[in-house]
């Protein structure tokens, strides 16, 4: 999980070095960079491209690539740790979404671990003044599209292999990604080849060894070490961008990632 989250923060710290280029243009790479590595396993392996709910996979693509979008082009308006963390509020809206589609229940208690992450989001919003109201905006959005991803993928359950569905999601984002880069295309010079280039690679590595770590461990003691992206994040934000924390942007992402720590445990305890 801790090769993991690294992969996922040096992504987000590529993004936001190349924050002169499109949102889309940068899904584009993103995406193809993946490619690379579902396509070989699938062909590899002998498995199936089509899988077998194509409807639920193009709709588990189609909302995936918005919420990255989203946080891409959000990543243009705030400091790349904020971002990450604000992020991370997906889960709440996962839990929301399943109350009314999957009819699922939510204890008292975890209702108070979200309003911690969302008092979190107050404070980040409140009180940190370099913290853009349309940046927040993308970002919240793109944790609501995130949110929803988390209740297709349990609707497509164990039906399909996981990289088919990641194949799904990344041929889908690599043509909205051409399409949407077309008319804002900037060419890359020099090492922002290989930049753009890496994308992909850091992505999918994030992937790889986040899906080894649930497979080795419980959920309660991996889930919250995913967390840890958004100290290496802020810690690239800072030695790599300059960008300078507050006291209230760091007590509002505390309280963000501890709020969605504590009902990660309380769940998992309920389980045992």
């Known amino acids: 999980?801790?090769?993991?989250?690294?992969?996922?923060?040096?992504?987000?710290?590529?993004?936001?070095?190349?924050?002169?280029?499109?949102?889309?243009?940068?899904?584009?790479?993103?995406?193809?960079?993946?490619?690379?590595?579902?396509?070989?396993?699938?062909?590899?392996?002998?498995?199936?491209?089509a899988g077998n709910n194509k409807k639920l996979l193009i709709l588990r693509g189609v909302v995936g690539v918005t919420s990255m979008s989203l946080f891409f082009m959000a990543t243009k308006y705030l400091p790349i740790g904020s971002a990450v963390s604000l992020r991370y509020l997906a889960p709440i809206f996962a839990a929301i979404f399943a109350v009314f589609l999957l009819k699922e229940k939510i204890k008292l208690i975890q209702w108070f671990f979200f309003a911690?992450?969302?008092?979190?989001?107050?404070?980040?919003k409140g009180f940190d003044k370099e913290v853009s109201g349309y940046g927040l905006l993308l970002i919240f959005i793109s944790a609501i599209f995130s949110g929803f991803v988390y209740i297709i993928l349990s609707k497509i359950g164990k039906s399909e292999h996981p990289v088919v569905v990641v194949n799904y999601f990344m041929i889908i984002s690599t043509l909205v990604g051409l399409f949407g880069s077309i008319n804002n295309w900037v060419m890359p010079i020099g090492k922002e080849w290989l930049l753009l280039g890496i994308l992909g690679v850091f992505g999918y590595f994030g992937q790889v060894y986040m899906t080894k770590a649930f497979q080795m461990a419980s959920t309660s003691q991996v889930a919250p070490l995913k967390y840890i992206e958004v100290v290496f994040t802020l810690l690239f934000g800072t030695f790599i961008f300059g960008e300078v924390y507050t006291f209230?942007?760091?007590?509002?992402?505390?309280?963000?990632?501890?709020?969605?720590?504590l009902n990660i445990r309380y769940k998992e305890k309920n389980k045992a």
């Not at 243009?25 to 993946?34: E, H």
């Not at 911690?116 to 980040?124: C, D, E, I, K, P």
């Not at 209230?248 to 720590?261: C, E, T």
């Open 116 to 124: 911690l992450a969302f008092a979190g989001v107050l404070v980040l």
């Open 1 to 49: 999980m801790l090769i993991s989250t690294l992969a996922f923060a040096c992504m987000n710290t590529t993004v936001k070095y190349l924050s002169n280029f499109s949102a889309f243009q940068i899904v584009l790479f993103r995406s193809v960079g993946s490619l690379f590595f579902t396509f070989g396993f699938l062909l590899k392996n002998k498995i199936s491209l």
């Open 248 to 261: 209230w942007s760091l007590l509002g992402i505390a309280l963000i990632v501890g709020g969605l720590i």
